[in-house]
């Protein structure tokens, strides 16, 4: 069942990613296929502006751990912009970033020590791309979110 449910999990991460990466590149290039991309454009922004707040002078994008994974999953922000993790599970929770399907890691994304419950992990993103991530102590790796920096 876990390895079933890791299978629908990281397959709906890379579809997803996937399908902004590529109605962002469809929407640069302005093909027709635009168009029809502009609704996934639209739902990803959905997302961004619920979980997306502007603390002190930079806006800041909520994930939450929580015992099934991380809400949301995928994130999309701007460069410059941060992420704030907090633990909403009860276990603890140190953040890493992920090398998968040709994804490097993001330089310094490492959380140095584990939080508990309403711990929270803060992590400035400057550098642009695709960026994987899980929590180092759920003994769960499989389990991974992703941060899509523009």
Do not use: C
């Amino acid at each position: 069942m876990e390895s079933k449910k890791f299978v629908y999990v990281f397959g709906g991460l890379v579809i997803v990613a996937a399908l902004v990466i590529g109605s962002t590149w469809a929407m640069k290039k302005d093909d027709a296929s635009a168009p029809q991309n502009l609704e996934v454009v639209k739902r990803a922004e959905s997302v961004y502006s619920k979980t997306r707040a502007k603390e002190a002078s930079t806006y800041v994008t909520v994930v939450n751990y929580t015992s099934t994974g991380f809400e949301p999953a995928i994130v999309s922000i701007n460069r410059g912009e941060e992420v704030k993790f907090v633990n909403k599970s009860s276990i603890g929770m140190r953040i890493v970033s992920n090398e998968f399907e040709h994804i490097p890691l993001y330089p310094g994304f490492s959380q140095s020590k584990s939080v508990g419950r309403d711990g929270v992990y803060q992590m400035h993103f400057t550098v642009p791309g695709v960026w994987g991530y899980h929590n180092l102590d759920s003994g769960h790796p499989e389990v991974i979110g992703i941060v899509y920096v523009k």
